[in-house]
């Protein structure tokens, strides 16, 4: 029987097998392994069978779990362990080894920077800062269909060690347990807190000085138990299908994970795109009564102000490192689970050389979580906001030689052993009522608010 004129016989050594039968063969090839130079990594990598990745991630060792999925669902990289954590920009020093025989795929690092690197750091975030570009020691990634299972070897790596955990992670983990309920606390940020500040944020904005200011507020949950980060994010993902998802774990019991539906970069070689995503509407209970939502906030002169900021913004900051530029004329509407957003695409060529660390210097943070003039409200939000973001609305992605993913981590919460720390935010500009930027808010909190029902 014919297979097909385009159809080959799959070589043993591509044929995908079991995560378990990989970690073996990995921990055999570590083994044998020559460390790379310095300042230089290594990556053994094996095709592997179809893979849930987060419930792979939940069953092994927590504390260094990382995680990242784009919001078309065509890449997705869980991480684990640590190669090399050094400073955003200063992994572009290290040179991936091309293994003997050709080429293999860029490994991804891991990528999560504070909102206001300027600001003191609360306790709660210092270990969340202090290992802001991670290269993963094991990464699991999907392309598509293709999974693969991989290891990062470096001048410091201890083979025998990571032989050792590698046949550890082979054999079978022990049953989930069922996570424990969350149960809403009193708000971080009070309502009556919550109107003083928007009051505040009003007044400079009509005395001239600022623009937009983006104002952000917490919400507390406990659970009878530990949570598990991974259990807590599958369960947002499950309710919220279009997102970018992102975990970030800073040892066993604190992580911060989120499902973010705002992209600051996309990088393909030398193609850039970024979005403005900025005003918003609850979805409706039907699909009249959304249709006329979307209608509304398409037609609000006050959110297509507060929106156009964002836009103008995103635009200057790619233009300064692009030799072509392209915006979309009109935004369009980002439907998530529970909220609705405007959304204009911008897209560049950019400029031989422009790095990653350039890029994100340029567009991060946008008035779509910061506001206008970016600087100025900054500066405001140190007096405005009572507690420290932290990694809360700051880049979080993945980056490579090839390319780099980096979102906008909203729709976010820190996990803290037993407690839940969520966090929303809303646009305050002339003509913002604070009553109804405080319902925004809570219509932000709702991933969350479900989680605890």
Known sequence: MSTGSFSRPVPADDAPRSVARALVELAQRVEAASLPPEREFARLEAPIEPTDLLQWLRGVPAGARRYFRDRGAKVEIAGVGCAVALAFGEHDRWSQV?????????????????????????????????????????????DGDAHAL????????????????????????GPCVVEPALVRQPDGTGETDWMRAVRAALDRIRSGALRKVVLARTRRYTASGRL???????????????????????????????????????????????????????????????????????????????????????????????????????????????????????QAELRAGVSDLELVRALHPTPAVAGAPVADAIEALRDLEPFDRG?????????SRDGAEIAVAIRSARIDGDELTAFAGAGIVEGSDPAEEWRETGHKLLAFERLAT
């Not at 979307?294 to 995103?314: C, I, N, Q, T, Y």
């Not at 990694?391 to 980056?399: H, W």
């Open 98 to 142: 091309a293994p003997r025989g050709g080429a293999v795929r860029a490994s991804g690092w891991f990528l999560a920077l504070p909102f206001d690197a300027s600001r003191p750091r609360d306790s709660a975030w210092m270990r969340f800062t202090a290992q802001p570009c991670v290269l993963p020691e094991l990464e699991l990634r999907r």
């Open 150 to 173: 991989a290891v990062n070897l470096t001048e410091q790596s201890d083979r025998a060690a990571l032989s050792e955990r590698l046949r550890a992670l082979a054999q079978p983990a």
């Open 228 to 346: 598990d980060p991974v259990a807590v994010l599958s369960r947002l993902a499950g309710r919220e299908a279009r997102g970018f998802r992102f975990l970030v774990e800073a040892g066993e019991g604190h992580a911060f994970l989120g499902v973010t539906p705002e992209r600051l970069v996309l990088r393909a070689g030398r193609m850039a795109r970024s979005e403005a995503v900025a005003g918003t509407r609850p979805r409706g209970v039907d699909g009249v009564a959304d249709r006329l939502l979307g209608e509304s906030l398409l037609a609000s002169s006050k959110d297509r102000r507060e929106h156009e900021l964002v836009v103008e913004r995103v635009r200057e900051a790619l233009a300064a490192c692009a030799t072509s530029l392209r915006v979309d004329a009109e935004p369009r509407l980002l439907r998530l689970a529970y909220v609705q957003h405007l959304a204009t695409r911008v």
């Open 391 to 399: 990694l809360y609305a700051g880049p979080v992605g993945v980056v």
